[in-house]
């Protein structure tokens, strides 16, 4: 699916909650290091903290971030991914003394209806390592939070 496929029908209301998926440039696994991994959650942190959204739950795999958050009124949709991207990209490149591309341009979102369980969906994300037989005891897996704990 190309980046503007995933663009058409996109669409940012304010207090909805998202879910998202952003993946690394050419799927490298680049949060297998430790501090890298950390430096995306501290971004997803900064942007709870700056109360642009609140952040339900996230996982984040070797290659990819999930990440399920109810968005501000303060920025869109797309503008949270890009913050999120761009610091921690700028920070990832300066602890690897690395330069290029860290994320894929594009992500995949999702708005969940009122109807749906967040719980369920949070379940989901948090399973991740699980199903990808990285632990076999989430409590095991480092890179994770929900709200619900």
Partial sequence: ????????GRFSEDNR????????Y?????FNNFNSARIVIQSMKHLHTGEHVNSLS???MPDHLH???????????????????????????????AKGSVWQRAYFDRCLRREE???????????????????EDIGDYPHWDAVWL
């Avoid at 050419?26 to 680049?30: A, K």
């Avoid at 369980?117 to 632990?135: E, F, H, T």
Wanted: with cysteine.
């Fill in 1 to 8: 699916m190309s980046y503007n496929d995933l663009r058409k």
């Fill in 17 to 24: 909650i998202y879910f998202v998926t952003a993946v690394t």
């Fill in 26 to 30: 050419d799927r490298r696994p680049l």
């Fill in 58 to 60: 996230w996982v984040l």
């Fill in 67 to 97: 990440w399920l958050f109810q968005l501000s009124d303060e920025y869109t949709l797309a503008e949270v991914v890009k913050r999120l991207k761009a610091e921690s990209a700028c920070y990832i490149n300066q602890h690897l003394n």
């Fill in 117 to 135: 369980d967040v719980k369920q969906v949070s379940r989901y994300i948090v399973a991740n390592p699980l199903r990808a037989g990285l632990v």
